[in-house]
């Protein structure tokens, strides 16, 4: 049964560029959460996705966007990149938009410079 | 708006010791999860437990069990008989079973567990 993944592993952007992040959830679930993590702190709520539909979101700006795809999958966008936003960028998967049993794939590690 | 406190930034104990882990919380709502994460060094996050706020009984998982004090909003994480492969960032997050914030998990700042063999 294959866990929630996430791609690419790592990336590195240029200050004012576009990225795109991935997340396949874990098998049966048909919920993705997005968090992003600074160095040494603790996740932050970016969004939520249920039925390819944003239900939930956190305090971030609108360079950050998102999108859910009939299979569930999930894509995490940023524009006009700042190094502020240089973190890991967790993705989490889970049933019917459930605070419980959030299962979190490896992340990607974004560097912008 | 929901906060997380984890008050210790780092931990340690002996290997087969047993450790508590700090958290305190804040919230509005009645009805809520309680969950404890556990980050090892460039690892993915893995739940070790979880606690239903309705629920009376303190959730235990193994060696791993919880202290929940409703009314003080505290949640501390006891790992009895410490192995080597405990040592990671432990986080307490917290997520409403309803409303608007339903789904959400909000997390505390960790805290660095370090094993001693």
């Known amino acids: 049964d294959a866990g929630v993944t996430q791609s690419p592993t790592h990336l590195i952007k240029t200050r004012g560029q576009q990225v795109t992040l991935r997340c396949s959830p874990k098998?049966?679930?048909?919920?993705v959460s997005w968090y992003q993590q600074a160095l040494g702190q603790g996740p932050q709520f970016i969004f939520q996705?249920?039925?390819?539909?944003?239900?939930q979101r956190g305090n971030f700006p609108d360079r950050f966007s998102g999108h859910q795809f009939p299979n569930y999958s999930s894509e995490l966008n940023v524009n006009a990149l700042l190094l502020g936003d240089s973190a890991l960028y967790l993705c989490a998967s889970s049933y019917e938009r459930g605070a419980y049993e959030q299962y979190f794939g490896p992340g990607t590690r974004l560097t912008v410079t | 708006a929901q906060t997380v406190t984890q008050s210790q930034p780092e931990m340690s104990v002996q290997e087969a010791e047993t450790v508590t882990l700090s958290c305190t919380y804040d919230?509005?709502?009645?009805?809520?999860?309680l969950f404890w994460y556990k980050q090892p060094p460039s690892r993915q996050m893995i739940l070790v437990i979880r606690q239903e706020a309705y629920k009376q009984q303190n959730a235990t998982e193994n060696r791993f069990s919880v202290n929940f004090q409703k009314a003080a909003k505290s949640f501390s994480l006891k790992i009895s008989d410490s192995q080597l492969g405990d040592a990671a960032m432990y986080f307490c997050?917290?997520?409403?079973?309803?409303?608007?914030?339903?789904?959400?998990?909000?997390f505390g700042q960790g805290t660095i567990l370090t094993v001693h063999p």
């Open positions: 997050a917290y997520g409403d079973a309803g409303g608007t914030s339903y789904g959400k998990l909000t």
């Open positions: 996705y249920y039925e390819e539909e944003e239900r």
């Open positions: 098998s049966g679930h048909d919920t």
């Open positions: 919230t509005s709502e009645s009805d809520y999860y």
